[in-house]
């Protein structure tokens, strides 16, 4: 193998490199060298690669041709391992925003948050010209003054979620959903508002939750066929614990892709996630359950996590808003252990405010933590409008690796924040990109497979898996103690890079994804498939927001020529969620009504009759 193996990259120190808009660092697009993949093939490559010998040798064939080798495995990288995307605690200046006192309950904080937030256009639930998305205040308002109860909009969902998932739609929203338990927390809410105290504004308002975070009755399979079964699910993971605090009704599990391992939201247990915006699309991954749920006006809020993209990305192609905070803000009690030092809860909401209301409900400073975190900063959006001069990062030669619509879409974004707020773009070079994607690729790969091998995997049938995510494992099987010191050298030298683009930008501008959700072709849907070219296309902006731990947001900006979702990304310095809320809603306020376009399956769960 050594003959066929390119010599290694040999890397400058990362003193040395220019981060400049003129800079000479070469721009490598993903250098994916692999077809789509789908039905028998998938089966028989997954076979191949689980046999001795025949499968270390087909595996070590696609790390060469996918650059693994050259550019991580066997690469001379002059920096030190880092191994965790955590940062220290830092005094960042955050404009027009609301400190909030780490004594606060959940629900104190919600209604923090709520005094953050400009008042409704509309007092009364009448039909807006036009779509409009309810939001949180929005069924609020309504169990306040009796025009709708928690049982009441319970109920329609319930219907709704029949209905989706009967063979006519067969969407692929949740995998499991009680009734008893829907209806249980509704009536209870619905008491509460009847005796004028609700807990919160997030009383009675509908969350999903995705399949890879503890929500008692249910079990946590992440995606799978086993896992329920074999990892007892003891109580609330932490984030779902502080939303049933505000009175949240916690809706079912929200389908996802197997053990995460994926980007298109097929999975061949519990059905493929479909986009609300086109039924033969992907929803993405693998948090696409919770994305589409939102989407499809089944909740205004859902809870997913991300470790490679999989709130943001699934957020930009069902056109919601998806929020990761930094690294450590969240507690990760409760979540599935896929990837130790990458992957954290997320929010996807339809609305900033939305999102906003749910981020301060679960971000609890309480508790003790190893990590000293700066006091939580909320935006007052009332003030977004009044902020002054605000830097954005562009990386053009990045910025514009990706679909014409989108690069087109995602300009006259910018242009508009420029128009509307007068904030300008900064030219600036962000190297190594698709060197960040393969050393992400390997410490993810690496930790899933130690987190899960020895309870689970090392005893487990294959049999149970879906072959997709079999030739995944196999994959992440290969990579060496090696092959992981050398990513954690490049998070080095990408925590370096980042940290100094900082301190001339406030955030980092780019497309949510390189391309919109693509076909969902009917060779996949029992198998799976391996589509590299559309998934690397799809992760291409997202890495850095798990790989350095910084927080990241994808709003939507528009549509493609064939109707679906484009989303705009920022991503921020450590510490500053509440300056990207800001810069999303600046973002959701400029485009206007242009981004409320009618999902084809969509439910009206607080005005039907």
Known sequence: ??????????????AEVDLG???????????????????????????????????????G??????????????????????????????????QSVRVTESRLSPAERVQEAVACVPAAAQAQLEPAAGFRRWTVRDFHRAYRSGQATPTMVARRFLAAVEECSGPD???????????????RQAEDSTRRYQQGAPLSAMDGVLVAVKDELDCLPYPTSGGTRWL?????????AACVAQLRACGAVMAGKANMHELGAGTSGINPHHGATRNPYNVGRVSGGSSGGSAAAVCAGLCPVALGADGGGSVRMPAALCGVVGFKPTAGRLSN?????????????????????????????????????PLQQPELNLPMLTRTRSMPSIRLAKYAKWFDDSSEDIRSLCGKALQMLRTHYGWESVDVTVPEIEEMRLAHYVTMGSECTASLAAKYLDSMDRSEVGWDVRIALSAYGSFSSRDYLSAQRLR??????????????????????????????????????????????????????????????????????????????FIGRPWSEATLLHLAYAMQEACGKKVLRKPKVHYDLLTKE
């Open 1 to 14: 193998m050594g003959f066929f193996i390119p010599p290694p990259k040999v890397y400058k120190p990362a």
């Open 21 to 59: 808009p003129d800079s000479d660092e070469h721009y490598i697009s993903p250098n994916v060298k692999a077809p789509r993949v789908a039905g028998f093939l998938v089966k028989m490559l997954a076979w191949v690669l689980e046999t001795p010998v025949l499968g270390w040798i087909v595996l």
């Open 61 to 94: 064939v696609l790390k060469r041709d996918n650059l693994v080798y050259k550019l991580v495995s066997d690469a001379e990288i002059p920096e030190p391992p880092l191994f965790t995307a955590t940062h220290t605690w830092q005094a960042i200046q955050e």
């Open 169 to 183: 739609l067969n969407m692929g929203f949740f995998i499991s959903c009680d009734p008893a338990d829907v209806l």
């Open 228 to 236: 329920g079964s074999a990892r007892r699910c003891a109580a609330d």
């Open 333 to 369: 009690s409760g979540l599935l252990p896929l990837n130790w030092t990458v992957g954290m809860p997320g929010i996807l909401a339809a609305t900033v405010e939305d999102t906003l209301i749910a981020y301060a409900a679960i971000a609890d400073q309480s508790k003790p933590s």
């Open 492 to 569: 080095c030298r990408q925590m370096y890079f980042h940290e100094k683009i900082f301190e001339t930008a406030d955030a980092i501008v780019t497309p949510m994804t390189g391309v919109t959700a693509y076909a969902l072709q009917d060779d996949a849907l029992s198998t799976g498939e391996l589509d590299y070219i559309n998934g690397a296309a799809l992760v291409r902006y997202s890495i850095a927001g798990n790989f350095l731990g910084l927080p990241a947001i994808t709003v939507p900006v528009g549509y493609d020529r064939g109707g679906l979702p484009v989303g705009l990304q």
